[in-house]
């Protein structure tokens, strides 16, 4: 875990650097009133539901899994079989809409691939190996990174989707630093190109989204309850 955590950060911070270097080749110029918004709500929308994906997969996996002596096949695992990497996804594609260039969108994809189409290979050679039997079998019903929607569409939301806000408490403050980045990011490239006001009319939609995003974790985390 400490080893993927250290080949992320390396892949962030040098990503950081060219963007910083190179901010115009990178960073999207404004679209008018209409797109601009309507790309920075799905960004931020994919954002936030990439971190419920990815705080709901860690916490039923910390619950479930009796200290990796059972294959977890409930929760946000009975969807896909690495959601954790789906909320990565979203995250990283969420981001690159809301600050960057339409091609941005491939590269990220791309990297995205590289960088985790082997470790997950590498992870599920292990896991056939600790339950050889039970995970073909589940990787039969279980597609590996993206979801059914029909088979979402029979589930009830707490069913692939349990929520604790206990569960948030560890990432809680990873959650809000990526966002003041964000938003810091999108803030200087607004208000240069369109001035303040243009800027705090578009921020009335991300402080909606702010809203309803955690309005949807509170009920989620009650039904769980």
């Known amino acids: 875990m400490k080893k993927r955590l250290k080949i992320n950060g390396i892949i962030m911070s040098c990503a950081g650097l060219v963007v910083v270097i190179f901010p115009t080749f ?6 008018g009133y209409f797109w601009e918004i309507s790309i920075e709500v799905l960004g931020f929308s994919l954002i936030f539901l990439g971190q419920i994906i990815r705080v709901s997969a860690r916490g039923y996996k910390a619950e479930h899994s009796q200290d990796s002596r059972a294959l977890i096949q409930g929760g946000p ?3 896909v079989r690495n959601p954790m990497y789906l909320g990565i996804f979203l995250i990283g594609l969420g981001v690159v809409l809301v600050l960057f260039r339409w091609w941005a969108v491939a590269i990220f994809i791309i990297v995205f691939i590289i960088r985790y189409i082997l470790l997950i290979y590498k992870e599920e050679e292990k896991l056939r190996g600790m339950f050889p039997d039970t995970y073909q079998e589940y990787c039969r019903k279980v597609p590996r990174i993206i979801p059914s929607l029909s088979k979402i569409a029979k589930l009830d939301i707490t069913d692939y989707l349990p929520l604790k806000i206990t569960w948030f408490h560890k990432e809680i403050g990873s ?17 240069v190109e369109e001035g303040l006001k243009s800027y705090l009319r578009q921020s009335v939609w991300i402080v909606l989204i702010f809203i309803l995003f955690t309005i949807f974790v509170i009920l989620l985390s009650k039904r769980e309850k």
Do not use: G, K, P
Request: charged share 15%.
């Open 26 to 31: 990178f960073f999207r110029t404004t679209l």
């Open 77 to 79: 695992y009975q969807i």
């Open 175 to 191: 959650i809000f630093t990526l966002l003041l980045l964000i938003l810091l990011a999108d803030s200087w490239r607004d208000i």
